[in-house]
């Protein structure tokens, strides 16, 4: 069974920094990608990044490029978002999920091909007050 975990969300003031984890088990880590979402209040779900953890590929939300930083750690299962200059506007709860691959379809306006609904974490919420 496919468990996906995050944690480290809170509270932060605009610009701060938050680097919450999501640990996975139950499948082959290895042979996944684990993309990052977020949704906001009254807002579509939202593609953050994406890893690669067979080769490490990254990709980024064009809102995001420069600021947030995904990163693997293949011995612990666990992904790691590196959110730097946090702004009101990332308020949101912030999800991880993995599929086979990193779709570029994430990362539209209207993301398209989101993974499976049992392949999700429960989210994290962040609020960045100005």
């Known amino acids: 069974e496919v468990q996906l975990v995050e944690s480290g969300g809170g509270l932060v003031q605009a610009g701060g920094s938050l680097r919450p984890p999501c640990v996975a088990s139950g499948f082959t880590f290895d042979e996944y990608a684990i993309g990052w979402f977020r949704q906001a209040p009254g807002k579509e779900r939202e593609g953050v990044s994406c890893i690669s953890s067979s080769d490490g590929s990254t990709y980024y939300a064009n809102s995001v490029k420069g600021r947030f930083t995904v990163t693997s750690d293949n011995a612990k299962n666990t992904v790691y978002l590196q959110m730097n200059s946090l702004k009101p506007e990332d308020t949101a709860v912030y999800y991880c999920?993995?599929?086979?691959?990193?779709?570029?379809?994430?990362?539209?306006?209207?993301?398209?091909?989101?993974?499976?609904?049992?392949?999700w974490g429960r989210g994290t919420q962040v609020t960045v007050s100005s």
């Open positions: 999920a993995t599929d086979r691959f990193c779709i570029a379809g994430w990362f539209q306006s209207s993301p398209l091909g989101l993974p499976p609904s049992n392949n």
